[in-house]
Each structure stands twice: as C-alpha cells, then as structure tokens.
Nanobody, 119 residues
C-alpha cells in the first residue's frame, strides 16, 4: 500500500498562486509516476500534470505555461506550483501515485485538497 498526504490547497484570487504538495509513504517503488488530477463539480476527474521518477513531465493543455510539476525523490514528494490561477481552475485536486510491478499497474489516490479561485 502507498499512502498519500496532500497539503497546500485553499482560497486565492484570480491571478494568484498556490503550491500543492503530496508526500508518499509505504510501499514506494523506485520507478513510479506521480501526478495531480482535479475534479470540478459536475465534471469528470482530469489529469492536470504528471511526472515520472525520471522527471519526464506531462501537462494538460489548459495549464501549460501556468503550472509546474516537480518532485523530490529523496522525500517521495511531488509538488504542483500553480501560477496565474483562473476561476476555472477551481476544483478538488487529487494526488496520484502509479507504479508497475511485474506488469501489473498499482494506483493510489490522495484524499483531495480543495482549490478555490475567486474572480
């Protein structure tokens, strides 16, 4: 099992910044992908950004140029720096951890942290 503890959500005005953190513990694999998803009311959960243990990144088009994902492998922690926030970024943000063992994918989720951007 992998446990994920998120922090850093909150309320911010449009144009502001927030930084989310997610610390993983438990059965950590050297090779893994950590990322952030979000879910707004009435919408499906969507990928925001992801980063592999080798530091390859992937971003949703809607956040490119505004959000930056990074990680500290020594701390098993992933960060999401969110700048130039817009009201449409309002959602619950979930940390995701994914690893493969002998061809089987294991996926874990954090409890979610609310991000609210006021206009």
């Amino acid at each position: 099992q992998v446990q994920l503890v998120e922090s850093g959500g909150g309320l911010v005005q449009a144009g502001g910044s927030l930084r989310l953190s997610c610390a993983a513990s438990g059965s950590i694999s050297t090779l893994n992908t950590m990322g952030w998803y979000r879910q707004a009311p009435g919408k499906q959960r969507e990928l925001v950004a992801a980063i592999t243990s080798g530091a390859s990144t992937n971003y949703a088009d809607s956040v490119k140029g505004r959000f930056t994902i990074s990680r500290d492998n020594a701390k098993n922690t992933v960060y999401l720096q969110m700048n130039s926030l817009k009201p449409e970024d309002t959602a619950v943000y979930y940390c995701n951890y994914r690893k493969q063992i002998f061809g089987t994918t294991y996926e874990y989720w954090g409890q979610g942290t609310q991000v609210t951007v006021s206009s």
